[in-house]
């Protein structure tokens, strides 16, 4: 009766009730009728198709029949994972939705060489494109490209990608400002160089496992490229880089905000004691497994980074309570939110001290009659951590909840307890009722410190 009155309705007003449907919905009201067949497959429902929740049951000829009838409408294609598209069904893309704008073929890896090449000298309009993890992506793939209008690109792991096949592309997307290498094992200086002269508006930079990477690389890149747009740079598990690195960064890249160099090795003290008075704009940092620093490193990030939110030193087996203590209480990091710090050396003694430190500002903050200060809040991370107990924990919190909150193995053991708790008292309820509860959530209605514990 309900579907009488809606096939009533006007085609547009139908077609708006429709677009509502998520896809799998929307394919099953295929087969309701006549008219809803033709309304879905019409076309204008199909600016995005995403295939991401069917991934691995969509079969070809579906998604051919997606890509035939959506047409000039299409805008956006995510396949990713899909191991069903094949060469012929990006043909088909490349044949029927010439106003592509967004490419996510990630881990396809039913797709050849040449369908790629071939989708590649047609795609005129896209301006995102995902490759990642495929095989077949090489340098022929990228000959003779039409792809001026490119701003982002992700070719992560593609393997038998090398430096000639990567400076062959940027020669045409002079537009890029998002660019993902990792795990290209083949960049050499000249690559490196011609990224900074050919990629002027690149602001987002990422060559984690590159493996290849020098200094001499990194420094060609910098010295090409504006001081200023680059914003982003990954470089974590580039273990040839040195304290050379970081003193190129300092010089050529003053407006950089997220820096990974977790994995970097042979970074010292030295190097960041350069860097962080020059670069005073870091909201991101990453230092995992860098474990050559000591408190020395903390410190003068301490000292020189108003604007840092987050910050990694877990692996960092030199740090110690005294370089954590000065950073949350001494430091200028005042929009400091959370500190990784697993499997470092640290004590409940750093644990106290914050909490101390975040209770005594609480306190200003409630006996101000101004509004001077903004309360602060930190979660920190100690996973790892021999020297963190569980009383340590469990003190801080009590003192420092909720404007604390602390992930640690403790925090695990005692929401397992409470969800084993929770779980008997479920089972009783079933008993005697015979009718199926929702769990609670173990932190509703709890007050005191431990529901700030993080579940892992």
Not at 8 to 34: F, M, R
Not at 128 to 134: A, E, F, I, Q
Not at 287 to 300: A, C, G, N, S, Y
Not at 357 to 380: A, M
């Amino acid at each position: 009766m309900v579907i009488n009155l809606v096939l009533q309705l006007p085609d547009e007003l139908q077609l708006k009730i429709l677009a509502q449907l998520p896809i799998p919905d929307l394919l099953k009201a295929t087969v309701v009728c006549h008219k809803w067949n033709e309304l879905v497959y019409e076309g204008s429902l199909w600016s995005t198709i995403n295939v991401t929740p069917f991934y691995k049951t969509i079969p070809i000829e579906s998604i051919l029949k997606l890509i035939k009838c959506s047409s000039r409408f299409l805008k956006t294609a995510n396949f990713r994972g899909c191991i069903q598209l094949t060469g012929h069904g990006l043909r088909t893309l490349s044949e029927y939705c010439p106003n592509l704008q967004v490419l996510i073929i990630k881990d396809c890896r039913g797709l050849s060489a040449a369908s790629i090449a071939h989708f590649l000298q047609r795609a005129n309009e896209l301006k995102v494109l995902d490759v990642s993890g495929l095989d077949t992506m090489k340098n022929s793939s990228l000959t003779s490209t039409s792809l001026n209008k490119l701003e982002r690109l992700n070719m992560s792991w593609c393997r038998n990608m090398t430096g000639s096949g990567i400076l062959s592309m940027i020669t045409i997307c002079t537009s890029l400002r998002y660019l993902k290498l990792n795990g290209c094992s083949q960049l050499d200086d000249i690559t490196m160089s011609s990224l900074g002269t050919y990629l002027p508006n690149l602001s987002h930079l990422c060559l984690a496992a590159c493996t290849s990477l020098k200094d001499t690389g990194l420094s060609s890149f910098l010295k090409n490229h504006s001081a200023f747009h680059l914003t982003h740079l990954n470089l974590s598990s580039c273990a040839k880089l040195t304290d050379v690195s970081l003193r190129n960064i300092a010089i050529y890249s003053t407006g950089i905000s997220h820096l990974e160099l977790a994995g970097c090795v042979l970074m010292t003290d030295l190097g960041f004691t350069f860097l962080s008075p020059r670069l005073r704009s870091l909201v991101h940092l990453d230092l995992e497994d860098l474990q050559h620093i000591t408190d020395i490193t903390v410190k003068t990030i301490a000292n020189h980074q108003p604007h840092l939110v987050r910050f990694c030193l877990s692996n960092c087996t030199q740090i110690s309570d005294d370089g954590i203590a000065h950073l949350v209480l001494n430091g200028i990091c005042r929009e400091l939110q959370h500190i990784e710090l697993d499997n470092c050396t640290i004590t409940d003694g750093v644990l106290k001290a914050i909490a101390l430190y975040l209770e005594q500002q609480q306190s200003k903050l409630t006996n101000s009659s101004l509004f001077t200060f903004k309360p602060r809040k930190i979660n920190v991370e100690v996973l790892d951590c021999s020297n963190i107990t569980e009383v340590g924990v469990k003190e801080a919190l009590a003192k420092a909840s909720p404007m604390l909150t602390i992930k640690s193995f403790y925090s695990f053991q005692s929401e397992a307890v409470s969800t084993t708790h929770d779980d008997e008292v479920d089972n009783i309820h079933r008993h005697h009722s015979g009718v199926q509860t929702r769990r609670r959530d173990p932190s509703a209605g709890q007050h005191h410190g431990s529901g700030n514990c993080i579940i892992l």
